[in-house]
């Protein structure tokens, strides 16, 4: 099977990682403080997806030395099945975050009083076990597999016959499972919550168009990020071998850790707050950079907890 181009899989993931981990890392603090303040649903769902990424990160750096040794694996073998393992299960884990992210948007726009009446942070830490430990059990198949006819010194790659005969059913139950019904929930839950929203004209217009705009981009980023790599589990199933672009489709799975801290700064108050400390800090580094002033959008935003507009925010957007 023809694989990745090193070039190409290599720059994406040393663009990934070095975006990403700042970002995920900067928002891990933001959330693990917001949480230990004041805890809501929204922010214990960010908090564990920003887990998952920074652990597809962390692990990252294995893949880039697979890939730069020709996807021949020269290390320690046990890395193999458990770089594969992270690697996989914190992509598809992020997919139930995203859905619940959207679940929670949706229900603060269409009813926002019995929504915040009820929600409570222990049903969203218990929702987060559960995501956790489902993406686990699935995934495992990960760890499974190179115990069937394996071959020495490759990892995850080459399957034999007798590994497609059980790898082939679980990518398709994976795409369905994992991809499939939480991308149609989120997809439901964002085009309702634009279609409230667009409705609520006595609403702040930045703040509608801001919260929109978070909406669509969190779809985009759904659809483009994780759409690709499970469209190669279907068309994998139907021809009954593994298609030779899967690995460039899984390169689009890699940039969501870089592209989910987008989601955090409009998804958060606190990450916006925290993201224009940070500007401000570089800033007053760079006495002598003339054009380096806090853009006016940050200080606005990190402005938009005050009342009486917080009662609203909170209630909308569940913060």
Known sequence: MPKCHTGLCLSVYVLTFVLGFPANILAFYTFCKKVRQKATPIDIFLLNLTVSDLLFLLFLPFKMQEVMDDMMWNMPYIFCHLSGFIFFMTIYNSTFFLMAISVERYLGVAFPIQHSLKRRPVYAAAASIFFWIFSIIHLSIVLIIPFIASQPRICYEDFTDAQLEVLLPVRLELCIVLFCIPFFISSFCYINFIRILSSLQHINRRKRLRAIGMALGTLVVFALCFGPYNVSHIVGFVQWKSPDWRDNALLC???????????????????????????????????????????????????????????????????
Request: net charge positive.
């Open 253 to 319: 799975s890699t940039f969501n850790a870089c592209l989910d801290p987008f989601i955090f700064y409009f998804s958060s108050s606190a990450m916006r707050g925290s993201v224009s400390s940070v500007w401000q800090g570089v800033t007053k580094r760079l006495p002598g950079c003339l054009s380096c002033r806090v853009p006016r959008v940050l200080k606005i935003s990190s402005s938009n907890n005050s009342a009486p507009g917080q009662l609203w925010h909170q209630l909308q957007f569940g913060e």
